[in-house]
């Protein structure tokens, strides 16, 4: 198998990384396209930083395993299956389960961190960079948070005061001008996913995955 096209995908929290992961994904047969995602890399919640007020950061680069991260992109760059276990952040409602990642003439490695992880960044064909305002990012965490983590008003603003805003400006916007792509996101991201697709296609139908 030819080396995959490896497409990096990262941009600030809410900036509509996962709404436009799924729209990438559904444009490809499944056997052409692969996703790795930085949420399955984190280290065990008992091992995550807590703030001052005892509030744990899952937002730091502490928080996730970049070597293994790293290591797995590696291994499928090489035509080689991947396995993992789900991370379900200790949520006991949730049976984690086991992933399987295929090769595949495209790998979607996505994250906020896989600009700044140097060992992921430097196996990465293209760089696309999601990008939204901050009174539009602040507006989707917080109804994300209310509608799927059950958070509080009070908790949502904390995490993004204190978490995500200093972690966007220290290990992601300095970054943004390192993508190769940069996609707005205020409203809608429909033309910036019909150039990238158009793109990608083109690499799945010339076999001229890599370069």
Known sequence: MQHPFIVGITGGSASGKTTFLRRLLASFPEEQICLISQDNYYHPRETQQVDHNGVTNFDLPASIDSAAYAADVLQISKGLE?????????????EPKDL??????????????????????????????????????????????????????????????????????????????????????????????????????????TGNQAG
Do not use: C, W
């Not at 396995?83 to 409602?93: V, W």
């Not at 603003?157 to 290990?171: D, Q």
């Open 100 to 205: 399987v990642f295929r090769p595949a003439p495209i790998v979607v490695v996505e994250g906020i961190f896989v600009f700044y992880f140097e060992e992921v960044a430097r196996l990465l064909d293209l760089k696309v960079y999601i990008d939204a305002q901050e009174h539009v990012k602040v507006m989707r965490r917080i109804v994300r948070d209310r509608d799927e983590r059950g958070y509080d008003m009070e908790d949502v603003l904390y995490r993004y005061t204190n978490h995500v805003a200093p972690t966007y400006e220290k290990y992601i916007k300095p970054f943004k001008h390192d993508a190769d792509i940069i996609i707005p996101n205020n409203h809608h991201f429909d033309k910036g996913l019909d150039v990238l697709t158009t793109f990608l296609r083109s690499k799945v139908l």
């Open 82 to 94: 991947v396995r993992r276990k789900e991370y379900t952040f200790n949520n006991p409602n949730v």
